[in-house]
């Protein structure tokens, strides 16, 4: 469905994102990890089309759309979250997700009951004549995921939708990001919330300082050194590894 | 949009049609017009202003481009003025999409975008009054031969219902971008930007799309401007007044909305003559006016007179829920 090839994203003499290369498989959920600054929303904003790569290619279905504006690659079929969410705040929650549906949908009473579908799919139904801006935390990162579900996308790309939320409320979501990819919707989600990423994750990928320094299924990424390390520092893993023995 | 969408629009229009079937005295009938021409102007900056939220303050660039094409392709080239006017009109089109191509693409916003507007009004306010083609500092006249279909009338009441059809005409139009894929994603873009792109809008083409229709119908009101004095200059035509004025109206009426534009040109320049008759001969007291109105109205009422009456009447429905409002 997607594959990212090699990469790299350079602002000035800032490489943030350095020879990264990792696909998502159709209908799977494929998670992006790594430290805070690692490059993670850098490589999502190459993926979405804000920001071009370098060097390096991306490509979608087989195609290569490195140079496609946001607005394009959203045409195609990629659809993004934002990681501080950006709700149209002067609008209703309906009219927020009826943007989304308007790609697929020109006119407005289509557009407003698709809004309406996919706001009972994430659990916004009774929020939908309410403001977007008197939502709660929760709220808004569901709304962020609606309008994202409402151009209809093929891949969907989640920065960070559980950040920010309480352990009941990721409890709560985590179903519906599943129904999403039972739907058939490709999911590359990234997520610093352990519980969400070892449950829903096929895949993994660990970005650190802008590279790709591990890939597998959650469960063996977690267990690599390397990936211990880029968390915890140099020797960690080690030291993890003689406390388990000793203890 | 549904037939009851525009039921309104139509009621409003056909009662303020029947003014000069009452009333007859020309001062009355002048401030009538006026204020139409002014609603129309305003109503051309809301499209862009109000629901793209992209602030022009040269809108006087559009208001002169029809003023003059108006006035010149008929003193100059003896055309119909009928057709000058709508060629006036589509002038104002094309120098909308020209400026928002030139300020979008290059990724202006907010307040450069409004110092560029600013900026090529004042550019075209220069050449007009520098150019021979343009009568110069002297302005163009339009020779008097009063024939319908010299769009000249010898009654007021026919060019006040001629502007009311015009205002009309584009309180369906607003009607419908607020209820279209295009007014969306327009609000859209006002509202934010990239969460707009995200959701596949093209937000180039939405934003020259409205300064396209945003200069199409400013002009318009400066085509009628100049068949109605028969006169414009530099000064009149491409002045920073007019662009003030198109900023005004759509925000003490209320932005985005569909009646705002009039219900703020009618409270502005309604307030403005009784003010003179008030005080007077005090000179410039009219424009004492409007500034106090515009502190009070940002101060107290930031969505405009329509804002504030949806919010007194939802408060007087459920007393007590306005605070949430």
């Known amino acids: 469905m997607l594959e990212v090839q090699n990469a790299t994203k350079r602002f000035g003499g800032l490489i943030a994102v350095n020879q990264a290369s990792l696909k998502a498989v159709a209908g799977s959920i494929t998670g992006l990890i790594g430290p805070n600054g690692a490059g993670k929303t850098t490589l999502f904003t190459l993926i979405s089309g804000f920001e071009t790569p370098t060097e390096g290619r991306v490509l979608f279905q087989g195609e290569d759309i490195s140079r496609d504006e946001p607005h394009v690659r959203a045409r195609r079929g990629i659809a993004r979250t934002f990681q501080i969410v950006q709700p149209f705040a002067g609008l209703t929650v309906a009219e927020n997700i009826a943007v989304g549906a308007h790609l697929r949908h020109a006119k407005r009473s289509d557009a407003m009951a698709r809004a309406t579908d996919v706001a009972r799919r994430v659990g916004l139904g009774p929020e939908l004549d309410k403001s977007a801006s008197s939502l709660t935390v929760a709220g808004r990162k569901r709304l962020e995921l609606a309008r994202a579900l409402a151009t209809e996308p093929k891949l969907l790309l989640l920065d960070e939708v559980l950040a920010g939320l309480n352990p009941s409320e990721i409890r709560d979501i985590i179903p519906v990001i599943r129904a999403i990819r039972d739907d058939g919707v490709t999911i590359l989600m990234i997520e610093h919330v352990m519980q969400a990423v070892m449950n829903l994750c096929e895949q993994v990928y660990v970005l650190a300082q802008g590279r790709i320094i591990a890939e597998g299924p959650p469960a063996g990424v977690c267990d690599d050194p390397k990936v211990i390390e880029a968390y915890l520092g140099v020797g960690a893993a080690e030291r993890l590894k003689q406390e388990k023995i000793h203890a | ?325």
């Open chain 2, 1 to 325: 949009m549904t037939f009851r969408d525009v039921v309104p629009i139509i009621v409003l229009v056909a009662l303020l049609a029947l003014v000069p079937v009452f009333v007859t005295a020309n001062t009355v009938l002048n401030f009538l017009v006026f204020t139409l021409i002014i609603a129309l102007t305003a109503q051309g900056w809301n499209i862009l202003g109000g629901f793209g939220g992209q602030f022009s303050f040269g809108h006087a660039a559009f208001f002169g481009t029809g003023a003059y094409a108006a006035a010149l392709l008929q003193a100059r080239l003896g055309i119909n003025p009928w057709v000058a006017f709508a060629i006036g009109s589509a002038a104002g089109a094309l120098v909308g999409w020209g400026i928002g191509y030139l300020s979008f693409r290059s990724g202006l916003r907010g307040s450069y975008f409004a110092l560029v507007t600013l900026a090529f009004a004042e550019v075209l306010r220069i050449l007009a009054n520098a150019a021979a083609f343009t009568g110069g500092a002297a302005g163009v006249l339009i020779k008097l031969d009063v024939r319908p279909e010299n769009f000249q009338f010898a009654s007021r009441g026919a060019f006040f219902w001629i502007a009311l059809g015009l205002v009309g005409g584009v309180l369906v139009l607003t009607r419908w971008i607020e209820r279209s894929r295009f007014g969306a994603q327009l609000v859209a873009v006002r509202e934010n930007e990239a969460a707009a792109k995200a959701l596949g809008v093209d937000t180039l083409r939405v934003k020259l799309g409205a300064i396209t229709l945003s200069g199409a119908v400013t002009a318009a009101a400066g085509g009628l401007y100049a068949q109605y004095f028969l006169y414009v200059d530099a000064n009149i035509a491409y002045g920073t007044w007019i662009s003030v004025e198109a900023i005004l109206a759509p925000i003490i009426g209320g932005l985005g909305t569909v009646f705002g534009p009039l219900v703020g040109a009618v409270a502005l320049h309604g307030l403005g003559e009784i003010t003179k008759l008030a005080a007077g001969t005090v000179p410039g007291i009219d424009l004492m006016v409007f500034g106090a109105l515009l502190v009070v109205a940002v101060a107290f009422a930031p969505d405009g007179i329509l804002g504030l009456a949806r919010r007194l009447r939802r408060s007087f429905q459920q007393p007590g829920a306005s605070r949430h409002a």
